[in-house]
């Protein structure tokens, strides 16, 4: 990582350069010129590539995650949703009995009820009033894909004391557990792999490499500005085959 970045840098200073040649013909003020635009290359990609780019991408994923597990426990029966959450420490510990989509546990004399009602749209307040009319309980913990809004607001006039937990809350729960269910995530690739070959991070040093050869080569032909503009889309196509993470995560689909 460290020849390939210090290749782009050098390859940033040769062309800054020969396009500041191009337009002005003092050499103190090009190098000047190729000096600074390098120092904001190597700054750019980092804040691009290494920093923010990582984060959102990584954001991104956990989203999709997070997504997945809630369609599948969507479709997963009743029996299979409880068989899950009983392997939590936090349930199995207190001798937890089920009933449907219900784990009744008692926690220093408290009786909790857990309820499993995911589905593909939010609890509703109707849904939440039925569930607390249909259970008695001192506690009762509702595990669902979302809620509807101002929900908690109701909650707190219902006559026990109730808590939410949603699709992001389950999946960090899960996670922490180890008991995150092995699910596949289909590609998200674009219907045909030419983009992929193109900004194939391999091809990036043949891009390099070639943006250099124009480059240098302007200073000697009577075109110059085609030679200086053929090797600077060259230059980013290689910046960007190098170091985007889009078209280099094919084989990363398993959640």
């Known amino acids: 990582m460290f020849f390939d970045l210090t290749f782009v840098l050098l390859s940033t200073f040769c062309l800054t350069f020969a396009w500041a040649r191009y337009y002005i013909h003092n050499n103190l003020i090009c190098l000047f010129l190729s000096i600074s635009t390098?120092?904001?290359?190597?700054?750019?990609?980092?804040?691009?590539?290494?920093?923010?780019?990582?984060?959102?991408?990584?954001?991104?994923?956990?989203?999709?995650?997070?997504?997945?597990?809630?369609?599948?426990?969507?479709?997963?029966?009743?029996?299979?949703?409880?068989?899950?959450?009983?392997?939590?420490?936090?349930?199995?510990q207190n001798q937890p009995k089920v009933s449907k989509n219900v784990i009744t546990i008692k926690d220093n004399e408290v009786t909790k009820k857990l309820i499993f009602v995911f589905e593909n749209a939010p609890l509703t307040r109707r849904n939440f009033c039925n569930i607390v009319k249909n259970n008695n309980a001192d506690v009762i913990e509702i595990f669902a894909t979302d809620f509807e809004k101002n929900l908690s607001q109701l909650a707190q006039k219902a006559p026990c004391k109730t808590k939410f937990f949603d699709k992001t809350t389950v999946y960090l729960m899960l996670n922490e557990a180890n008991l995150l269910p092995t699910l596949t995530q289909k590609p998200n690739l674009?219907?045909?792999?030419?983009?992929?070959?193109?900004?194939?991070?391999?091809?990036?040093?043949?891009?390099?490499?070639?943006?250099?050869?124009?480059?240098?080569?302007?200073?000697?032909?009577?075109?110059?500005?085609?030679?200086?503009?053929?090797?600077?889309?060259?230059?980013?196509?290689?910046?960007?085959?190098?170091?985007?993470?889009?078209?280099?995560?094919?084989?990363?689909?398993?959640?």
């Open 38 to 92: 390098t120092i904001l290359c190597f700054l750019g990609i980092k804040t691009l590539f290494f920093n923010k780019k990582e984060q959102k991408l990584i954001k991104k994923q956990q989203k999709k995650q997070i997504d997945a597990l809630a369609d599948h426990l969507c479709f997963l029966p009743n029996r299979q949703v409880t068989e899950l959450f009983l392997q939590l420490p936090q349930i199995k």
């Open 190 to 255: 674009l219907k045909s792999n030419f983009w992929y070959i193109v900004f194939d991070k391999s091809r990036a040093k043949y891009y390099l490499w070639s943006s250099l050869f124009l480059v240098l080569t302007s200073f000697l032909t009577f075109l110059p500005l085609y030679y200086l503009i053929s090797g600077t889309i060259l230059f980013f196509v290689a910046v960007y085959a190098k170091f985007n993470k889009k078209f280099n995560l094919k084989s990363d689909h398993k959640i």
